[in-house]
């Protein structure tokens, strides 16, 4: 587990004794990640863990209560309007549902940030837009609606947009949930073959494991308000950690217990429910 | 007894935080307004969305609001012996008043409500926020244009409505009932007059897009990101729109018509 | 849609509109009669100018020859100035008499201009002399309730 992240130029990402909350209430604390250019790191946990503020604090949309949120190696949550802007040209992210926007058709969607970033002419946002729709395998899509195209394609071009500026990091939220399993194994295929190609760093929040194992170099475990765990997938696999173990092995019950805890709020609901019966 | 004194404090101070949220939020669009100089084709498209499709609705009402004040008119300047003046009561109620306010409320059914639903509809499937995170403003790309989208359509349907109102008028009065159509036309030409008339209508016209579009933009950028916070949304817009436009207009007629 | 047929679309839309302002300027306005043509001033007295307002036509044999331009009070004779813009193209003599008439029974009230018969004509900023004032109701009704008075002689109880 590292204790603190140096200060590397290479850092594509890096959170330094990072805590994460909303108002008073704190989701995460101690949380110490970093995330090199070229590699895939995995974010995991269980739903409700925190992964979703992970990626908010990130991208600059949450400031952290606590710690340093590095992008390319300035600190996004400290960062003045331009800053944030100028850092987030340089960052991709992938949405859960792809967020697409419905007004424009799939190939408006994925020239979206040419148009608004650049001054290419129109015959080079055409070429690039359709190289990167090819490399998603949706090149004759281009014409279509975003009603037309199905959710697992709506999420590859989700994909294509996000990579159309050729960033350095990309941020994956969700990836894989949701699909069936021939698009899981193209998502994942994607997601390896364009960090190995654009030399770009990769997170993808997930609660995948076989997938996300498959790919990822370096994977970091976050339950409990903390992270648990954070190693090679190998080193993940051998540990001995019950809360490792039970969500490795997708366990019922263990460190996350399975039956909601008791409160006094539902013994009261409870006790007025049985007072009605006749 | 403090009870509902409190809550009539806090609802009360919720009311005035609103009204500075809402005005805060005015001077958020305007001082992006830039977009609309330099990408007009934004607002060239939402002036389409907003106001050509709203075009047949305003024509069909204010054909049959001009119909039934051409009856009505009829029917009460007769008692007096007065019915040549019919064309200067249907343009007068027209380009004054209805032409102005009844499109503001019918641009607030329409328009408004598609607005609210659009605006809320993409903050639910987080297309926002996506924006966001790929550095582009959504306030300045999303909101902007439907504002000045808003405020350019919004006259234009106005004053189609008085002109179809108008011919409707005289349709039921001249053609119909059998008014005289020198009379008609002379007594509206004296009587209304370009600057206090039309003018003001036009003004007042320009006032309620500003605010209708205001409160639909709003409502949408406010809505809870779920189908029942649209829902919701959608109804406030309706609501809001229609009070706002109503109290404006009293408030503009005693300034403008008023001695 | 294409961006070539949204802009055709909205740019009929616009057209639209403006050729309903135009309509109602023109045809149930008064836009028409607003000319733009170059005008002379002339300034009047008035002991009551009644319902006259700014921008009432100022007439002569029933033709609008000008417009009201301001009106303001003297409180030196205690009289009504209205300032009467007239166009130039229409010259009155010098002794041309101007009075408040009311146009129908009940309606708007207007300047009427009578011509005189003197040889030269009023200059820009030259005063009408003689000038006759409103009618005002009130003062009508009372003249003839006291004229009746009179014709019946004393009142009974007098």
Known sequence: ?278 | MSGPVQALGSWVRAQVSGVGFFTRFLGALLARSGIAVSRPRLVSQQVHFIGNYSLLIIIVSGMFVGFVLGLQGYYTLNRYGSEEALGLLVALSLVRELGPVVTALLFAGRAGTSLTAEIGLMKAGEQLAAMEVMAVDPMRRVLVPRLWGGIIAMPVLAAVFSMVGILGGWVVGVLLIGVDAGAFWSQMQSGVDVWDDVANGVLKSLVFGVTVTLVALYEGWQARPTPEGVARATTRTVVVGSLAVLGLDFLLTALMFGN | ?158
């Open chain 1, 1 to 278: 587990m590292p204790d603190h992240i140096p200060d590397s130029p290479d850092l594509a990402l890096s959170l330094d004794g990072v805590a994460l909350g909303y108002g008073d209430f704190t989701v995460l604390q101690d949380i110490n990640m970093a995330v090199q250019a070229g590699q895939v790191v995995a974010v995991m946990g269980g739903s409700g863990s925190g992964k979703t503020t992970l990626l908010r604090a990130a991208t600059g949309q949450l400031p952290a209560l606590r710690g340093q949120v590095r992008v390319f190696g300035t600190d996004i949550g400290q960062a003045n309007g331009d800053t944030v802007q100028a850092l987030r040209k340089r960052m991709g992210v992938l949405f859960q549902q792809g967020a697409l926007f419905t007004d424009l058709n799939v190939f408006e969607n994925v020239a979206f940030p040419l148009r608004e970033h650049t001054r290419l002419p129109e015959p080079e946002v055409t070429a690039r837009v359709l190289d990167k729709l090819d490399a998603v395998g949706l090149r004759a899509a281009a014409h279509l609606r975003v009603a037309e195209i199905s959710g697992g394609m709506s999420r590859r071009v989700a994909l294509a947009r996000a990579v159309v500026l050729e960033p350095e990091l990309i941020l994956y939220d969700e990836p894989f949930a949701g699909l069936d399993p021939i698009s899981m194994g193209i998502t994942a295929r994607l997601i390896r073959d364009l960090a190995d190609r654009l030399h770009c760093a990769s997170v993808l929040i997930t609660h995948d494991v076989q997938e996300s194992f498959a790919i990822a170099d370096q994977v970091y475990l976050v339950g409990q308000g903390r992270l648990v765990a954070a190693g090679t997938p190998q080193t993940l696999s051998d540990s001995q950690d019950p809360y490792v173990r039970q969500f490795l092995r997708g366990e019922p019950d263990g460190p996350v217990a399975f039956q909601y805890p008791d409160t006094p709020a539902f013994r009261a609901w409870l006790a007025q429910q049985e007072g009605r019966k006749p």
């Open chain 3, 1 to 158: 849609m294409s961006r070539e047929k949204t802009d055709f679309w909205v740019g009929l839309f616009v057209l639209l509109g403006a050729a309903a302002l135009v309509f109602l300027a023109l045809r149930a306005g008064n836009l028409s009669s607003f000319s733009f043509a170059p005008t002379y001033t002339l300034t009047a007295n008035f002991d009551n100018i009644g319902g006259l307002k700014v921008r009432a036509p100022v007439k002569s044999a029933g033709v609008v020859v000008g417009r009201v331009g301001k009106i303001s009070f003297d409180d030196k004779v205690f009289q009504a100035v209205v300032t009467l813009d007239l166009e130039e193209g229409y010259q009155f003599p010098k002794d041309s008499s101007a009075s408040i008439l009311t146009s129908g029974l009940l309606g708007e009230q207007y300047v009427g201009l009578s011509a005189g018969s003197e040889e030269e004509n009023f200059a820009d900023g030259g005063k009408i002399r003689y000038t006759q004032s409103a009618v005002v109701l009130e003062q009508l009704i009372s003249k003839f309730l006291y004229g009746t008075a009179e014709k019946q002689g004393s009142t009974p109880g007098n």
